[in-house]
């Protein structure tokens, strides 16, 4: 009896350590956990009901912008405009509730949408934001409390066209932006004094809107980021260029790279297309290919197995041989949009209606598991502005957002609560 006793604590323990290792994934800045928006979990429904999934709740207070969500310890972090100013909000994910809203600064307007653009990025215990004007500020997660602000006016930079749309890395002691301009377009400042560490002097390039990846490049750790004139891969040690392949970005350079062992991809809109580097041994820049197949304007793709995954603007959504560029499939099964990976799943989020699709990652074609619209949508989007803000998953649960209306959906398989 005491055996059959020990072996069935022994069950229940393994079975709520596998529960709590399913549902307990965090996602602490822009693209998870790997800034690649490919998320690890497990558990999670293959097929939606006819209607979607359960919402679990409606926050209607985040405030207009196109800023995504960070979560860390049942803490939700986003940024929203309210009146003329943008705020950094902390939000409870029981609920949506608010738990604390700090001032950033001056909002950004444009005719595509006024406020920020850019998801928090939580470091340690802070949280670290930028605005579409270019105010960085760093805040305790705790009480939201700001304890420095730095602007990229100051760091040399210029506020792009369509404002600054970057999301910070941090990483350790430091937070790594993209002020762009003669100073350098890359910088480092202290992450507890937003002291300036290092800028890229010898890179100068003007800020446009992608963000950066952190990387293992031939054992070596790098920063990589892409610009108009060229994808770079910086020291974070102290912002030396390692390598530099030219890029020919033209109007708006956004999606981030994608980065695997030494491979680099990268892929911009406006008819720019898509390249593939190889990085070899010495930080020696090889261009593998460089095509049109796909050609991502803002919703950014995802690398699952073998295959990039997007919408590509022309043949749509879009599977691509990662390693030479080949197109596998096209389909129009669906408008244009972002894109989020979990499993051999895509989720997929199209900027003109609000519809949500959950379709197979797959390279036999496109295959819907589940499809459902939100709503209610935003009456204050700007005059140009969609449904731009990429899904995000957590712990069991899709985010989703239409300015100020942010949704919560259970996308378990089962409810471990």
Known sequence: MLVMKKLVGCALFVFFALCFRTLADDWPQWGGPDRDHVSKEKGLLQDWPAAGPKRVWINSTAGLGYS???????????????????????LDVKDGKEVWATPIGPTFRESHGDGPRGTPAVNGDQVYALNGQGILIAAKIEDGKAVWKKSMRDLGGKVPGWGYTESVYADGQ???????????AIAALDANSGEVKWQTKSFTA??????????????????????????????????????????????????MPVVRDNYVY??????????????????????????????????????????????????????????????????????KGAVLAAGERLYCLEENTGAVVLAEASPKGWQEHGRFTLNPQAEQRGPEGKVWTHPVISNGKLYLRDQQYLFCFNIAAADMR
Not at 174 to 184: D, I, L, Q
């Open 206 to 255: 003007g800020a446009h809107y992608a963000s950066m990846v952190p990387a293992q490049i031939n054992g070596t750790r790098q920063l990589v980021q892409l610009t108009a004139p060229a994808v770079v891969g910086v020291d974070p040690k102290d912002g030396t260029i390692l390598w530099q392949s030219d890029w020919h970005g033209r109007t708006a350079v956004i999606p």
């Open 174 to 184: 430091n937070v790594y932006c993209t002020p762009g301009g003669s100073k350098g």
């Open 266 to 335: 990268i892929t911009s809109g406006y008819g720019a297309g898509d390249k593939m580097v190889k990085i070899n041994p010495g930080n020696k820049p090889e261009t593998v290919y460089e095509n049109t197949v796909m050609k991502n304007h803002h919703g950014g793709v995802v690398l699952v197995g073998d295959y990039i995954y997007g919408y590509s603007d022309g043949p749509g959504w879009v599977c691509q041989k990662f390693l030479t560029g080949e197109q596998v499939w096209a389909a129009k099964k669906l408008g």
């Open 68 to 90: 995504g969500v960070s979560i860390v310890n049942g803490k939700i972090f986003t940024t929203g405009l309210r009146g003329e100013t943008d705020y950094l909000l902390a």
